[in-house]
């Protein structure tokens, strides 16, 4: 940066003011030098010292992607989890597996897979149709948007996490509970997700997500069990409320 005495030279011909980095003067034409003059060293180095650093600390970023956001990452989890469901009933469909020892009914009795197992496991009919796609399309919405932001340890974990935590908490207020699908997992996932815009809206900041479209989608899962009883309405407010916390957790990580 030049000092206060260099912000500006006096064209010798016409008498104005002109910038000291120009060879001529842009009012008369008058050629002041050769050569315009160069940048100090000091200012060179500390903008190559900003370009480093944020070479650095952003990483090696390619042409479309945004810091903190992995945008060329396919969501390989939440395919997983989707493919897991949708090819475990078709399986089902066929008979060639056997859901009775993977579905949440009644006591574990040491059968501690079942709580693994039964958020991939759906029923038959239309209802049963109705709850699976409107669950595993929640997986796939707002599990492909944590997935971007926070990979796919994230979302693998909340799911089971969620899953475990609401069959064993329906295990402990039922006597024999009947608990399938993926309610739970998807109703953690959405809430981990709108977490950080809900605590933006309530400090009353700008943000980008749709709040009032994840709270429809948030009322349907909360809905299906009134049309299908196994769609446990206590494990899937325990997700939730799980993946509330979470969603808090990581946004405080975040904006530290």
Same mark, same amino acid.
């Given at each position: 940066?030049?000092?206060?005495?260099?912000?500006?030279?006096?064209?010798k011909?016409?008498?104005?003011?002109v910038?000291?980095?120009?060879?001529?003067c842009p009012?008369c034409?008058?050629?002041?030098?050769?050569?315009?003059p160069?940048?100090?060293?000091?200012?060179?180095?500390?903008?190559?010292?900003?370009?480093?650093w944020r070479r650095r600390?952003?990483?090696?970023?390619?042409?479309g992607?945004i810091?903190?956001?992995?945008?060329?990452?396919?969501p390989?989890a939440?395919?997983?989890l989707?493919?897991g469901?949708?090819g475990?009933?078709?399986?089902s469909q066929?008979d060639?597996?056997?859901?009775?020892k993977?579905?949440?009914a009644?006591?574990?009795?040491g059968?501690?897979w079942r709580l693994?197992?039964s958020?991939f496991?759906?029923?038959s009919g239309f209802s049963?149709g109705?709850f699976?796609? !409107?669950t595993l399309l %929640?997986?796939?919405i707002f599990g @492909? #948007?944590?997935?971007?932001?926070? &990979?796919?340890?994230v979302v693998l974990?909340?799911?089971f996490?969620?899953?475990?935590?609401?069959?064993?908490a329906?295990?402990a207020v039922?006597?024999s509970p009947?608990v399938t699908?993926a309610?739970a997992?998807a109703?953690?996932?959405l809430a981990?997700?709108?977490a950080?815009?809900?605590l933006?809206?309530r400090?009353?900041?700008y943000?980008?997500?749709?709040?009032?479209?994840?709270a429809?989608i948030a009322v349907?899962?909360? !809905?299906m069990p009134? %049309?299908?009883?196994?769609?446990? @309405? #206590?494990?899937?407010?325990t997700? &939730?409320?799980?993946g509330?916390l979470l969603?808090l957790?990581?946004?405080?990580?975040?904006?530290?």
């Amino acid at each position: 940066m030049p000092s206060g005495a260099d912000l500006f030279v006096v064209c010798k011909k016409c008498g104005s003011e002109v910038s000291p980095y120009v060879t001529e003067c842009p009012y008369c034409g008058n050629r002041l030098r050769r050569r315009a003059p160069k940048l100090p060293r000091e200012g060179r180095s500390r903008s190559i010292g900003l370009r480093l650093w944020r070479r650095r600390s952003l990483g090696r970023l390619r042409r479309g992607e945004i810091a903190g956001v992995r945008a060329d990452s396919p969501p390989y989890a939440t395919v997983a989890l989707v493919a897991g469901s949708c090819g475990l009933w078709i399986a089902s469909q066929g008979d060639y597996v056997s859901l009775g020892k993977l579905i949440l009914a009644g006591p574990l009795h040491g059968d501690w897979w079942r709580l693994l197992t039964s958020p991939f496991v759906y029923g038959s009919g239309f209802s049963a149709g109705l709850f699976m796609f !409107a669950t595993l399309l %929640a997986i796939a919405i707002f599990g @492909w #948007l944590l997935e971007r932001h926070h &990979g796919p340890i994230v979302v693998l974990a909340l799911f089971f996490a969620a899953s475990v935590t609401g069959g064993l908490a329906a295990e402990a207020v039922y006597a024999s509970p009947v608990v399938t699908g993926a309610n739970a997992a998807a109703l953690a996932l959405l809430a981990a997700w709108a977490a950080s815009d809900l605590l933006t809206a309530r400090e009353g900041g700008y943000y980008e997500g749709d709040l009032l479209g994840a709270a429809a989608i948030a009322v349907v899962l909360l !809905a299906m069990p009134f %049309a299908r009883p196994e769609a446990s @309405w #206590l494990a899937g407010v325990t997700g &939730g409320v799980l993946g509330l916390l979470l969603g808090l957790g990581l946004s405080k990580v975040r904006t530290a």
